[in-house]
């Protein structure tokens, strides 16, 4: 069983940046495949991004290319989600996931986080 806590999200700007942080309980962090998703009124959940287990591999949903960055501290037990240059469009409820897989998955997690709105002003 893993416990999700979101963080970091809030109210920036159009162009700002922000950072949100998922911190997970147990001992076996690494061993979770890791993911972030979101969800904007009256729209389905979509995938940002996910990472591997090491954290070697990423993947990217490709409106989040080159702005989004996915990480993950092993020792610290928590991800992170790294936003730049975000746009009106990026305001949602951001999700975190968590799957026991070192590999890296894009769907299909056992464990979510309560989730953290971001809102991004024009």
């Known amino acids: 069983q893993v416990q999700l806590v979101e963080s970091g999200g809030g109210l920036v700007q159009a162009g700002g940046s922000l950072r949100l942080s998922c911190a997970a309980s147990?001992?076996?962090?690494?061993?979770?495949?890791m993911g972030w998703f979101r969800q904007a009124p009256g729209k389905e959940r979509e995938f940002v991004a996910a990472l591997s287990g090491s954290g070697g591999t990423t993947y990217y949903a490709d409106s989040m290319k080159g702005r989004f960055t996915i990480s993950r501290d092993n020792a610290k037990n928590t991800a992170y989600l790294q936003m730049n240059s975000l746009k009106p469009e990026d305001t949602a409820v951001y999700y975190c996931?968590?799957?026991?897989?070192?590999?890296?998955?894009?769907?299909?997690?056992?464990?979510w986080g309560q989730g953290t709105q971001v809102t991004v002003s024009s």
């Open positions: 996931a968590a799957t026991p897989d070192t590999r890296i998955r894009i769907r299909a997690y056992d464990y």
């Open positions: 147990g001992r076996t962090f690494s061993s979770y495949a």
